[in-house]
């Protein structure tokens, strides 16, 4: 059975916004990417305003069964992290109204998740998602490339495709392909930090 998750990689000035199916044997596959903006010269209300009808508009199309939003850290730029967290409140909002669970991953589990290296730069994370979801391009920018992360991430620490790879290695005698053991040993390192 498919499971679809929204990722959404939070932010004031730009909100990436995505969803994945996630099958079984965790064969991702794009339904939509896209990010939301806004204009700095509005105020907070009317900017959390067009990022929370974004966020609802999504919710309602494409019907999602977890949300995954990236955990707010603390950084040098207070103002950065202050519109990220409000952002990140007015996400989980919209999904609380429709009973959608919200789980929040930090950068460093989802880079981990994705690339098998928690340190992974943009550039890494970006070219594996393209490659997990078969993409023909890069998706772009930034933003959308996080939220992809995220659902993918979310999906996979969610225990999607962890039957089929023990089914795998039954009938290989325990064997795992290097795919298989690198996810393992990244699994491991994000549940020690």
Same mark, same amino acid.
């Given at each position: 059975?498919?499971? !679809?998750?929204?990722?959404?990689?939070?932010? @004031?000035?730009?909100?990436?916004?995505?969803?994945?199916?996630?099958?079984?044997?965790?064969?991702?596959?794009? =339904?939509?990417?896209?990010?939301?903006?806004?204009?700095?010269?509005? &105020?907070?209300? $009317? !900017?959390? @305003?067009?990022?929370?009808?974004?966020?609802?508009? /999504?919710?309602?199309?494409?019907?999602? $069964? %977890?949300?995954?939003?990236?955990?707010?850290?603390?950084?040098?730029?207070?103002?950065?992290?202050? &519109?990220?967290?409000? %952002?990140?409140?007015? =996400?989980?909002?919209?999904?609380? !109204?429709?009973?959608?669970?919200?789980? @929040?991953?930090?950068?460093?589990?989802?880079?981990?998740?994705?690339?098998?290296?928690?340190?992974?730069?943009?550039?890494? =994370?970006?070219?594996?998602?393209?490659?997990?979801?078969?993409?023909?391009?890069?998706?772009?920018?930034?933003?959308?490339?996080? %939220?992809?992360?995220?659902?993918?991430?979310?999906? /996979?620490?969610?225990?999607?495709?962890? $039957?089929?790879? %023990?089914?795998?290695?039954?009938?290989?005698?325990?064997?795992?392909?290097?795919? $298989? !053991? @690198? /996810?393992?040993?990244?699994?491991?390192?994000?549940?020690?930090?």
């Amino acid at each position: 059975m498919t499971f !679809r998750v929204m990722g959404i990689d939070p932010g @004031l000035t730009r909100c990436g916004l995505a969803v994945v199916d996630i099958e079984p044997n965790r064969r991702s596959t794009l =339904v939509a990417v896209g990010v939301v903006g806004t204009d700095a010269g509005q &105020g907070l209300d $009317q !900017r959390l @305003l067009v990022i929370a009808e974004a966020v609802d508009s /999504w919710l309602d199309l494409h019907e999602p $069964q %977890a949300l995954a939003v990236e955990r707010v850290f603390s950084g040098t730029n207070i103002s950065t992290v202050m &519109g990220t967290a409000q %952002a990140t409140g007015a =996400v989980i909002v919209s999904a609380a !109204r429709r009973g959608i669970p919200v789980a @929040l991953h930090t950068p460093t589990e989802v880079k981990a998740a994705v690339t098998g290296n928690g340190q992974a730069d943009k550039v890494a =994370v970006t070219k594996m998602v393209t490659k997990i979801l078969r993409l023909d391009t890069p998706p772009r920018p930034a933003d959308a490339a996080d %939220a992809l992360a995220l659902a993918i991430t979310h999906a /996979w620490r969610r225990g999607v495709g962890t $039957q089929a790879a %023990a089914a795998t290695a039954s009938i290989t005698g325990g064997l795992v392909t290097p795919a $298989q !053991r @690198l /996810w393992a040993e990244a699994e491991a390192r994000a549940r020690r930090r």
